[in-house]
């Protein structure tokens, strides 16, 4: 069977970009709950691939995938397996339905343009379903779907057969809305939601329920709303407020959150190595217990040796940003592109 099993190994993913040199891909096991660190390994690298920093990047059902400008590439670290999709937007999305246990890619324009009444999206799938290993090893497009006019404002998640990304409509207020991909029937909603929920936020799972992490990006790092999206047909939300013992700021680099880790605690990253060999922390945050606690990531890129061998120390003299990524609960998968 080719599907990817709910059975296999789950382990922390970490992508690493490089200007020059391309793709680098760490993973880890869990961390001890009481551990300050964390020992990472190389899987793979994927030369000469060039993406800007912040391009969108996630881990859908084993698959990692990256999204920027047109480039939509997906990666399995479990069979060392890369493909590049045809899409035709500039922002592409996948998502997971578990009940075909099928892979499915969004893509629709960046921008609409204001004199458009509609946007088209194409939806790409991952063979047939089925398990089938000959027909599951190639992508075909399925078909289009329409919707009014938005753009995106946030990266996206995929959560129960579901991608969920925040966006604005082209109106004289500039609407919020959480744009609702079914991927099994390929059906798209808008969930209304609070300004504050989709604007300068983070998209993650908590708890099995979308929720967003949203922070005023020009102060320091000592607290964050989080909303939670509690009832999705009536479109509630919650909200409460969580202040941090300390800044999370890190000589000025930005910081992201992929997610959660195995126990719910909600994991918070730099966005980049520092330029010279520093240790990596990541912090975990539990809500309920109002603490934090700090892990450092060892063998990401944080001796000499390695980023001499690997070309680093010439990105690094040179002012590129050696950009991290983080896939927490990523599934391994035998699943073939």
Same mark, same amino acid.
Request: net charge positive.
């Given at each position: 069977?080719?599907?990817? +099993?709910?059975?296999?190994? *789950? ?15 760490? +993973? ?53 397996? &890369? ?35 509609? &946007? ?17 090893? +190639? ?79 020009? *102060? ?26 300390? +800044? ?38 539990? &809500? ?50």
């Amino acid at each position: 069977k080719s599907e990817i +099993s709910n059975e296999r190994p *789950r382990l922390n993913c970490f992508p690493m970009r490089c200007a020059r040199t391309g793709f680098f891909i760490f +993973s880890s096991s869990f961390e001890q709950e009481k551990s300050d660190s964390l020992q990472v390994d190389l899987e793979m690298t994927i030369p000469s691939l060039c993406l800007y920093p912040w391009a969108t990047f996630a881990s859908t059902h084993g698959l990692i995938w990256f999204s920027k400008g047109g480039l939509f590439l997906v990666c399995n670290p479990s069979t060392k397996k &890369v493909t590049t999709l045809p899409c035709i937007g500039a922002r592409t999305h996948l998502g997971y339905d578990p009940v075909d246990a099928q892979c499915k890619a969004l893509t629709k324009p960046n921008y609409p343009y204001p004199h458009q009444k509609c &946007v088209v999206h194409e939806v790409l799938a991952l063979g047939g379903g089925g398990g089938d290993s000959e027909s599951s090893s +190639s992508w075909r497009r399925k078909k289009d779907v329409i919707t009014k006019p938005y753009h995106s404002v946030t990266k996206s998640v995929c959560i129960n057969g579901f991608i969920y990304y925040g966006a604005g409509t082209p109106t004289r207020d500039e609407e919020r809305v959480l744009v609702c991909f079914d991927v099994r029937y390929e059906r798209i909603s808008f969930i209304t939601a609070p300004a504050q929920a989709v604007s300068f936020t983070m998209l993650i799972e908590y708890k099995g329920k979308l929720a967003s992490i949203a922070r005023h990006p020009l *102060r320091p790092f000592l607290s964050f709303d989080l909303w939670i999206l509690e009832d999705v047909t009536n479109h509630k939300w919650s909200k409460q407020t969580c202040t941090l013992p300390f +800044s999370l700021a890190q000589e000025g680099r930005s910081i992201f959150s992929p997610g959660t880790n195995n126990a719910g605690d909600i994991i918070f990253a730099p966005h980049s190595l520092s330029k010279d060999v520093q240790p990596y922390y990541i912090f975990y945050y539990n &809500v309920e217990r109002k603490d934090i606690r700090r892990v450092r990531l060892q063998g990401l890129a944080d001796t000499q040796e390695f980023r001499h061998r690997y070309g680093l120390v010439q990105e690094s003299y040179l002012g590129k940003e050696l950009s991290v990524y983080m896939a927490p609960q990523h599934a391994q998968s035998i699943a073939s592109l």
